[in-house]
């Protein structure tokens, strides 16, 4: 199984960390020991001071493989959740400066969470899918599929000229402005539409 995520997805996240839009999609990975299982403790790892949420709406694999045509790229996943692509924001921002790779800012154990799956046939319009994250219980992200600067499908398919997709990977697809500190003690919860799709505590 792997996890593909994207970067700078939505021009107002983008912007926010100060990013050029991007005229490819951002692509990398995090190994299966990144996804925190569920009913598993989420804690704040020791290496990092600056932990941040980034609230994105994820797709489950559902069909294996390779050189995919967006315009069949809607055949490839079955389900749709969020998730919170967990960030060491101030050991990114050291290896952006240094043009390292991201994998000790975004791959670590745990650092891939995902709430419950929707199946696609219970969404109405995939273009148009809200999704939010609450901290506290206050807003503080607000997406909608419509914005991505990349499509799913469109995703889909440039990934797998890279790499072969298989049945249970997943695409974290972006997340929208608004990224923000977690501390110890905080509870998030996420939402797609009303529905609260997952709900975790930082211990
Ligand atoms: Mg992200």
Redesign the pocket.
């Known amino acids: 199984m792997k996890i593909f ?1 994207v ?1 700078r997805n939505y021009a107002d996240h983008a912007k926010e960390l100060n990013n050029a839009i991007p005229d490819e999609p951002v692509i990398f990975m995090k190994p299966k020991s990144a996804l925190l299982q569920a009913h598993t403790p989420f804690y704040y790892p020791e290496f990092t001071n600056e932990l941040h949420y ?1 609230c ?1 709406l994820v797709l489950r694999v559902s069909k294996n493989g390779k050189y995919i045509q967006e315009k069949f790229g809607n055949k490839y996943y079955d389900a749709i959740t969020a998730g919170i ?1 967990f ?1 060491a924001r101030d050991i990114q921002d050291e290896l952006k400066k240094k043009g390292l790779p991201w994998e000790k800012a975004k791959a670590w154990d745990n650092s891939a969470a995902i709430g419950k799956w929707i199946p696609v046939q219970d969404i109405k319009n995939r273009n148009d899918i809200n999704f939010k994250l609450n901290k506290n219980n206050e807003t503080v992200q607000n997406g909608n599929s419509a914005d991505l600067i990349f499509g799913f499908d469109y995703l889909i398919c440039y990934i797998s000229n890279f790499f072969s997709i298989n049945i249970g990977d997943l695409i ?1 697809t ?2 929208p402005a608004g990224v923000g500190e977690l501390v110890v003690g905080d509870e998030i919860e996420a939402f797609i539409e009303e529905d609260s799709i997952m709900k975790l505590d930082i211990k």
Request: with cysteine.
């Open positions: 995520c970067g980034e994105e692509d960030t974290f972006g997340t």
